[in-house]
């Protein structure tokens, strides 16, 4: 199975941005997709976005879709999310999780592995 740890989170005032990452290590075959999700108190955990690591081909929720970016470099096993204009709403825990297997990837439950999350706290 594969490890995956996010780092890049913290505080920021609206309108600020972040950059998040998840760093991948272990064995495993490569992933279909992989996806960043959230949980804010009190929500449900709702999918931001993901990429097809094969591709490139990348899908956004239509909250934060023209703000954020996701990414992955392939060589150095690391996926990316930029986070510009942030809002309070954006206010979460963060995770990134890997797909391996057949079924869609906007699914939460197709996702085998996740990191421990990294908090992104936006002030007003």
């Known amino acids: 199975q594969v490890k995956l740890v996010e780092s890049g989170g913290g505080s920021v005032q609206a309108g600020g941005s972040l950059r998040l990452s998840c760093a991948a290590s272990?064995?495993?075959?490569?992933?279909?997709?992989m996806a960043w999700f959230r949980r804010a108190p009190g929500n449900e955990r709702e999918r931001v976005a993901h990429?097809?690591?094969?591709?490139?081909?990348?899908v956004y929720d239509v909250s934060v879709k023209g703000r954020f970016t996701i990414s992955q470099d392939n060589d150095k096993n690391t996926l990316y999310l930029q986070m510009n204009s942030l809002k309070p709403e954006d206010t979460a825990m963060y995770y990134c999780?890997?797909?391996?297997?057949?079924?869609?990837?906007?699914?939460?439950?197709?996702?085998?592995?996740w990191g421990q999350g990294t908090q992104v706290t936006v002030s007003s």
């Open positions: 990429i097809y690591t094969g591709s490139g081909n990348t």
């Open positions: 999780a890997a797909k391996f297997d057949g079924g869609s990837c906007f699914r939460e439950t197709e996702y085998r592995d």
């Open positions: 272990g064995y495993t075959v490569s992933s279909v997709c």
